[in-house]
């Protein structure tokens, strides 16, 4: 299998900062996603994104598959961004591994 | 349906009980995966299914854990004797084909006393 490190663990952000959360892989994967878990634990897609940069209003993601490192930018934050934020990478077109997330509190 | 389903959503049972946990797809989706999550971790990969066969079960952490997808849609998670340390968050994903962007259910929140 392999390592995922996500950092920053925990993060607190005054509404309206900008933020990096980053996600670092011990091999190469084949595919990576990001995911939002809501207060209620429903997992919700951000990004689907093997290579490159994506972006989504003030959601941006960037994978750097050869330094096997992606990183999520979060823009102008609200109170709503506030929840667990994972990646996670396909190992051998087989499985997905996550990380342990970064916990991120955006403040009014 | 329009997305992942699962049920039921809260299940509490006794040590050494039985349960089972079930999962319907996205309609039209070949690979199945169930995952764990326990408390402050990241979701833990237990098994995967393309179409009715499981491709890997490798996440299994033993025995008493066992998972059917019979007509390669609906899938069931069964758990034998249940032990306090099996009490997690079951999440179930599917995708279109096996490693393409996965979508996942709400869970089920297991609870064994």
């Known amino acids: 299998g392999i390592q995922v490190e996500q950092s920053p663990p925990d993060l607190i952000l005054q509404e309206g900062a900008n933020s990096t959360l980053r996600c670092n892989f011990s091999?190469?994967?084949?595919?990576l996603q990001w995911f939002h878990q809501n207060p209620w634990g429903q997992l919700i897609n951000l990004f689907y994104?093997?290579?490159g940069t994506k972006q989504n209003g003030r959601l941006s993601a960037t994978t750097v598959a050869t330094e096997r490192y992606s990183l999520l930018y979060i823009s102008s934050s609200q109170t709503t961004d506030s929840g667990v934020y994972f990646c996670?990478?396909?190992?051998?077109?087989?499985?997905?591994?996550f990380g342990s997330g970064t916990k991120l509190n955006v403040k009014p | 349906g329009a997305g992942v389903s699962q049920t039921p959503s809260n299940k509490v049972t006794e040590k050494g009980k039985y349960v089972e946990l079930r999962c319907d797809p996205i309609?039209?989706?070949?690979?199945l995966y169930w995952y764990r999550q326990s408390l402050g971790q990241g979701p833990e990969f237990l098994i995967y299914?393309?179409?009715?066969?499981?491709?890997?079960d490798s996440g299994l952490p033993n025995d008493r854990f066992f998972a059917v997808r019979p007509e390669g849609s609906v899938s069931t998670l069964k758990i034998q004797r249940t032990e306090r340390g099996d009490s997690a968050v079951y999440l179930c994903?599917?995708?279109?084909?096996?490693?393409?962007?996965?979508?996942f259910g709400p869970g089920t929140r297991l609870t064994v006393l």
């Open positions: 994903a599917s995708s279109s084909l096996a490693g393409n962007e996965q979508f």
């Open positions: 091999d190469s994967v084949n595919n």
């Open positions: 994104i093997p290579s």
């Open positions: 996670a990478g396909l190992y051998n077109f087989n499985k997905f591994y």
């Open positions: 309609s039209g989706h070949t690979a």
């Open positions: 299914f393309q179409g009715t066969g499981a491709a890997d």
